[in-house]
């Protein structure tokens, strides 16, 4: 399905190669994940901690359907600049300030490509001695080789295209689209 003219307004006329998933697609997903998280964590402290920027939509959507108190954070890393191929260097440039010790703690990632940004993370959160410990993505293209964490929430397995949308984006651009779409 290609975007409509109504999305083209919004991509400034940049033509992408089709919508992959849906906002109504994505939203029965985000609700279905939200269920599956408060069933799993029904007492403690549940830290849901969000990787910016790529995750920012689908974290604000995520908690408002997690029924259960919890707290909200994030951590800032990179690796991809201007390219549509990971560097495979992750720089972090945010620590949480909120204390991590004893919490349920969910990291959300928007996608898991190569598994490097999630490697590094999953190490330095594990030094925090969290109470547990899962992370949560909206999507994984399952061709990382060695994860230290498979993400036990998976939003959607994802094509090896290069996506953008809904928090997404090649450049900064793009992450405000309400659907996922390959840019290629």
Request: hydrophobic share 40%.
């Amino acid at each position: 399905m290609l975007p409509s003219a109504e999305s083209l307004k919004q991509t400034g006329g940049r033509k992408l190669a089709g919508v992959v998933f849906d906002e109504q697609t994505i939203d029965a997903r985000v609700r279905a994940l939200g269920r599956e998280i408060t069933a799993l964590y029904p007492d403690g402290d549940l830290l849901v901690l969000g990787l910016l920027k790529g995750s920012f939509i689908f974290l604000s959507d995520l908690v408002r359907r997690i029924e259960r108190p919890l707290q909200v954070d994030f951590l800032v890393a990179a690796s991809y600049g201007a390219d549509t191929t990971s560097s495979g260097t992750v720089r972090l440039f945010y620590d949480p300030e909120t204390e991590l010790e004893g919490k349920h703690i969910i990291l959300v990632e928007d996608i898991v490509e190569t598994g490097s940004t999630l490697n590094r993370l999953v190490t330095l959160l594990r030094q925090r001695r969290p109470r547990s410990l899962n992370v949560c993505a909206l999507l994984h293209k399952r061709i990382a080789q060695h994860m230290e964490l498979e993400p036990a929430f998976v939003g959607f397995d994802a094509p090896r295209s290069f996506l953008v949308g809904y928090g997404l984006d090649h450049a900064e651009n793009f992450r405000h689209l309400p659907y996922i779409a390959s840019l290629t």
